[in-house]
């Protein structure tokens, strides 16, 4: 029955470099690795190992050590050195068996050492093994080198995909802003604009005689309530001044709307500095600071909050938000919100969604919250 052929590194026979200069020794050596189904070149010497190993690299090497001109030692050296032949295992076979000899003979690169005169199947078995580590070795590196790729591969996936939701998110902010625009505009110059008149109308039919007279003052009055509630409307849905005095100015007159329509005294504390140039993000925040302080009003049982705007050290917008009111339960350290509890129950959601825009933007939100001390929650969004 035939042997199997041993196996190379590249699953063709293995391919094994024979260097000694005794014609003797090679001769018997290269003749066992044949009938053993290797493929053997022999050298006698060291220079020319090294050309032999530069020119065609070999799976293995078995290497003397006393030969004339260069001896194993330094031909090892040389192997080592370069970087397309320092990870061919070299195994030393010598008459050599001090133990400094060994220690040195490892300490230069080599992988193993036989001792002369050795046992074919000894010789075999080593061989063998360190071919087999070798290949084992290379199919690891190749398996890491897919990994690698498959991970860089999915990680380029993964921001391309987020870029994607970066910008899908700026989108969706810039169109949820224009609509606001646009309906407060249609409020302004169409529906409010039809009140007034039908308002001009009914007092000039006021003028004329009519029994049911005195039933235009509820009309009056009805068609004041929508005026006002179109202009306020308008106002909550896109107030002008974001647009014409930017953030800061916004947020001077949100405070005001909200101690004038709720109750709730807001201190504003502003870095000028920190009003973003880019005309969404302003309505992002100041859509954002609106929806946290109507929590406040809803949740926190107080009649204070305060919000503070300014740059960070990174280069990023800071809002601030904050109360001392119920506070509530925090989920886990991440600062999300256990729905449904006593202290802020229905708060959960619009937490989660202000965060999930954020993040979506590339900005983050953190919550500092518990029951009885009051609610701090920070937004942060680069510009």
Not at 238 to 263: F, N, Q
Request: aromatic content about 6%.
């Amino acid at each position: 029955m035939d042997r199997e052929k041993p196996k190379g590194s590249a699953g063709q026979s293995a391919s094994i470099l024979v260097v000694d200069d005794n014609p003797v020794n090679l001769q018997v050596l290269v003749g066992m690795l044949k009938d053993r189904g290797y493929k053997v070149r022999p050298v006698p010497g060291g220079k020319m190992a090294l050309l032999a190993a530069r020119r065609d690299p070999p799976d293995l090497i078995l290497l003397d050590i006393n030969m004339p001109e260069m001896n194993g030692y330094e031909v090892c050296e040389h192997l080592k050195a370069d970087d397309r032949l320092k990870d061919i295992p070299v195994i030393f076979i010598t008459g050599l068996t001090e133990l400094p000899d060994k220690v040195k003979a490892f300490a230069v690169g080599g992988v193993d050492y036989i001792t002369k005169p050795f046992q074919m199947e000894e010789l075999h078995a080593r061989v063998e093994t360190h071919l087999t580590l070798r290949r084992m070795r290379g199919d690891l590196e190749e398996a890491n080198s897919r990994l690698e790729q498959r991970m860089a591969d999915r990680t380029a996936d993964v921001h391309r995909r987020t870029v994607q939701l970066q910008a899908l998110a700026l989108e969706m902010t810039q169109v949820e802003n224009r609509e606001r625009r646009r309906m407060a505009q249609v409020l302004h110059d169409h529906i409010q604009q039809l009140l007034v008149a039908a308002k001009m109308r009914l007092e000039s039919l006021d003028k004329v005689p009519y029994k049911g007279g005195s039933n235009f003052q509820k009309f009056y009055d009805i068609l004041d309530e929508s005026i006002e509630g179109c202009r306020s409307l308008a106002i909550e849905l896109s107030p002008p001044i974001l647009y014409t005095g930017g953030l800061v100015a916004a947020l001077d007159w949100l405070a005001r709307w909200m101690l004038e329509k709720y109750g709730l005294e807001v201190l504003v504390v502003v870095d000028a500095a920190a009003d973003p140039g880019d005309i969404d993000i302003k309505a992002f925040l100041f859509q954002t600071t609106r929806e946290l302080l109507f929590n406040t009003v809803k949740h926190a049982g107080v009649a204070q909050a305060q919000i503070r705007l300014r740059f960070g050290e990174d280069g990023l917008v800071e809002l601030e938000i904050e109360d001392q009111g119920k506070g509530f339960v925090m989920e886990n350290a991440s600062g999300t919100p256990r729905l449904g509890t006593v202290s802020r129950s229905g708060e959960g959601f619009g937490l989660l969604s202000i965060r999930e825009r954020l993040e979506l933007l590339g900005g983050r939100m953190e919550v500092d919250a518990a029951p009885g001390r009051g609610t701090r929650i920070s937004v942060f969004l680069p510009t």
